[in-house]
């Protein structure tokens, strides 16, 4: 009888010991999700700081092409003004 409970043991044993297997698997996987969140987040934060960065970057840029325009303008007219001066023969 001692080997008829010792052999209807067994098939408890491997079930327990899988359990505890899945127990640690769950363990280790819910460590693992925090991580990846927090990196995530991290992530997401870096990305809203560069995105910010663009809109910067690109403002500057569009701010430049104006500047650029205006210069074009006021050389174009100040060089219609020296040709009038030098029409005048002073």
């Known amino acids: 009888m001692a080997t008829k409970s010792a052999a209807g043991l067994e098939p408890i044993d491997r079930l327990e010991e899988k359990i505890k297997t899945l127990v640690s698997l769950i363990g280790r996987l819910k460590n693992e999700q925090a991580r990846?969140?927090?990196e995530n987040a991290k992530l997401q934060h870096e990305v809203e700081g560069l995105?910010?960065?663009l809109a910067d970057a690109e403002g500057n840029s569009a701010e430049a092409v104006t500047l650029r325009e205006e210069r074009d303008?006021?050389?174009a007219?100040?060089?219609e003004m020296l040709q009038q001066l030098d029409g005048l023969n002073l």
């Open 51 to 53: 995105k910010a960065r």
């Open 36 to 38: 990846i969140s927090d």
């Open 73 to 75: 303008l006021i050389r």
């Open 77 to 79: 007219r100040v060089t």
